[in-house]
């Protein structure tokens, strides 16, 4: 008998932000695959889960995916989680996925948690269209990738770290004009919440004068 691959959404920040479903599935599974399983661990501890926890991340995916298939064939139950929100949006688990779909082994995926919804709807910014850009390219393609969304009339929706945030909308400014309406969205859920809302100019001076911490979701108005 093949076994079950479930996808596990966890809180982004608050740790009540998880069904009951989800508690109840990974309480149930034979093993949970984790992202960081240091940052997991609090969160099993919190809900008095006690499963086995097994490293899952994107620099060792491609070797990880064949063990754990194994065991999907063999008939064991896996959960993936990722440290924070829905595993495979910007986080490890597409390619799992994709070798679970292949061999026929079924994979249910949880709702749950994803950061750029409550950043989107939060936003103000008109959420009927919009596109999922997760994170810029770091360095090939990004100049590229900027011109091609300056034309862009949909909402437009970026991750990106607290280190690179200031670049990221000076960026976005050059590209898309200073006076493009944009939201940052950072500590999701956590007690130090930040919505910043603005022209691109704006909260580019904002968050050039502080520290930021957390991660971090921006919003950016399509082109008018």
């Known amino acids: 008998m093949q076994g079950k ?9 608050n740790l009540e932000d998880i069904t009951y479903r989800a508690v109840r599935i990974l309480k149930e599974v034979d093993l949970i695959l984790a992202e960081d399983t240091r940052t997991s661990s609090v969160l099993l501890r919190h809900y008095g889960i006690d499963r086995p926890l097994q490293s899952h991340h994107q620099f060792n995916e491609h070797r990880s995916v064949e063990f754990i298939m194994e065991k999907l064939l063999g008939g064991s ?3 993936l989680v990722s440290d924070a929100g829905t ?12 070798e679970c779909v292949r061999a026929g082994i079924l994979v249910e995926c949880l709702p749950g948690p994803t ?9 103000g910014i008109p959420s009927d269209h919009f596109i999922f850009e997760g994170f810029l390219p770091h360095k090939k393609g990004r100049h590229t990738r900027l011109q091609q969304l300056a034309d862009e009339d949909k909402t437009m929706i970026f991750y990106e770290s607290p280190f690179r945030l200031v670049k990221t909308l000076t960026q976005l400014a050059e590209f898309l004009g200073n006076e493009r309406y944009a939201c940052v969205s950072r500590e999701l859920t956590k ?8 022209s691109l100019e704006e909260l ?14 921006i919003i950016v108005a399509g082109r008018t």
């Open 77 to 79: 139950v896996i959960a």
């Open 115 to 123: 950061a750029f919804v409550p950043a989107l709807v939060n936003s």
């Open 5 to 13: 691959l479930y996808i596990v959404p966890t809180p982004i920040g």
């Open 87 to 98: 595993p495979g949006i910007s986080d490890p688990g597409y390619l799992l996925i994709r």
């Open 191 to 198: 007690i130090y919440e930040e919505n910043a809302r603005g």
């Open 204 to 217: 580019v001076r904002h968050f050039s004068s502080k520290t930021v911490k957390g991660e971090i979701v």
